[in-house]
């Protein structure tokens, strides 16, 4: 089994989507239920979770019809305002729709480093314990100081880390600053981890197993496969990767493994955080 626990997508819109800037030519175009097929049939996966690209309700409402339409669609991981008075009555909008799994803010956008802290934006991730509902933390590496705060303030909120935090990868030493970060956040029992994305965060032009390994060791180490699942970022990663050059790569890095170690990585984690059928 094979499930990608992190891919988007979109009809292409440069209205709709304005963070796909000018050095995102391979992204300027329609990521649909056909092309999601197609990486399907190609790669052997058995289920996909979608995640929102854009902070918008209509996009959550059209990604869920879509999951009704597409059987490899197992979960949907959508937005809503959280910092909203409204956002319970938002939440209750989508919360019995039984595709939608999650709920995602795109922090790393967000100028102020401490908005993650915010009082309003905390008072309505507060709301999604009593919903059965996952956030999925996007940030920056120079985000986590505030993120672990966050993280530790809502313990009753399952998450799940992005891109395990989007360090910058430069090829030469690890960030000690991101290790110890990473692992201040594995400490915490709510929260699990994508290995996905970290090819479009090397700096260079080329990248290769070894430059992902360190970062591997550092997430496998801190997570365990428990809490650790694989994600592709599709087709986000299309400026750096293809798809199956990516799954090829984790599938590498996960070979001295346990089965049951490499079931968890692959299916059992992100089945069991997002509560997939």
Same mark, same amino acid.
């Given at each position: 089994?094979?499930?990608?626990s992190?891919?988007?997508?979109?009809?292409?819109?440069a209205?709709?989507?304005?963070?796909?800037?000018?050095?995102?030519?391979?992204?300027r175009?329609?990521?649909?239920?056909?092309?999601?097929?197609?990486?399907?049939?190609?790669?052997?996966v058995?289920?996909?979770?979608?995640?929102?690209?854009?902070?918008s309700? !209509?996009?959550?409402?059209g990604? @869920?019809?879509l999951?009704? =339409?597409?059987? *490899?669609? #197992? &979960?949907?991981?959508?937005? /809503?305002?959280?910092?909203? !008075?409204?956002?319970?009555?938002? @939440?209750?909008r989508?919360? =019995?729709?039984p *595709?939608? #799994? &999650?709920?995602?803010?795109? /922090?790393?956008?967000?100028?102020?480093?401490?908005?993650?802290?915010?009082?309003?934006?905390n008072?309505?991730?507060?709301?999604?314990?009593?919903?059965?509902?996952v956030y999925?933390?996007?940030i920056f590496?120079?985000q986590?100081r505030?993120?672990i705060?966050?993280?530790?303030?809502?313990?009753?909120?399952?998450?799940?880390?992005?891109?395990?935090a989007?360090?910058?990868?430069?090829?030469?030493t690890?960030?000690?600053?991101?290790?110890?970060?990473?692992e201040?956040?594995?400490e915490?029992?709510n929260?699990a981890?994508k290995?996905?994305?970290?090819?479009?965060?090397?700096?260079?032009?080329?990248?290769?197993?070894?430059?992902?390994?360190?970062?591997?060791?550092?997430?496998?180490?801190?997570?365990?496969?428990?809490?650790?699942m694989?994600?592709?970022?599709?087709?986000v990663?299309?400026?750096r990767?293809?798809?199956g050059?990516?799954?090829?790569?984790?599938?590498?890095l996960?070979?001295?493994?346990?089965?049951?170690?490499?079931?968890?990585?692959f299916?059992?984690?992100a089945k069991?955080?997002?509560?997939?059928?």
């Amino acid at each position: 089994m094979l499930i990608d626990s992190h891919h988007h997508l979109w009809r292409y819109s440069a209205d709709e989507y304005p963070w796909i800037d000018d050095q995102m030519i391979a992204l300027r175009q329609d990521f649909w239920h056909a092309e999601l097929n197609e990486i399907a049939d190609q790669h052997g996966v058995d289920g996909f979770v979608t995640v929102q690209a854009r902070q918008s309700i !209509a996009e959550t409402e059209g990604l @869920l019809q879509l999951a009704d =339409a597409q059987a *490899k669609i #197992k &979960g949907v991981v959508g937005w /809503v305002d959280f910092r909203s !008075a409204s956002v319970g009555d938002q @939440l209750d909008r989508f919360a =019995a729709h039984p *595709k939608l #799994k &999650g709920l995602r803010h795109v /922090v790393q956008d967000e100028p102020d480093d401490e908005f993650i802290l915010g009082s309003e934006f905390n008072r309505g991730i507060g709301t999604l314990a009593s919903r059965g509902l996952v956030y999925d933390v996007l940030i920056f590496a120079r985000q986590l100081r505030p993120t672990i705060k966050f993280v530790s303030a809502h313990p009753d909120v399952p998450m799940v880390l992005d891109h395990i935090a989007k360090p910058v990868i430069d090829g030469n030493t690890v960030d000690l600053q991101w290790r110890r970060g990473i692992e201040q956040l594995a400490e915490m029992p709510n929260l699990a981890c994508k290995f996905s994305g970290l090819a479009t965060e090397v700096v260079g032009d080329t990248w290769d197993i070894e430059t992902i390994r360190p970062y591997w060791d550092i997430v496998l180490d801190a997570f365990s496969p428990d809490r650790l699942m694989f994600g592709s970022d599709w087709p986000v990663c299309l400026q750096r990767t293809e798809y199956g050059h990516w799954l090829d790569t984790v599938r590498q890095l996960a070979d001295p493994l346990s089965t049951a170690e490499q079931a968890n990585l692959f299916y059992a984690t992100a089945k069991r955080v997002y509560d997939l059928e």
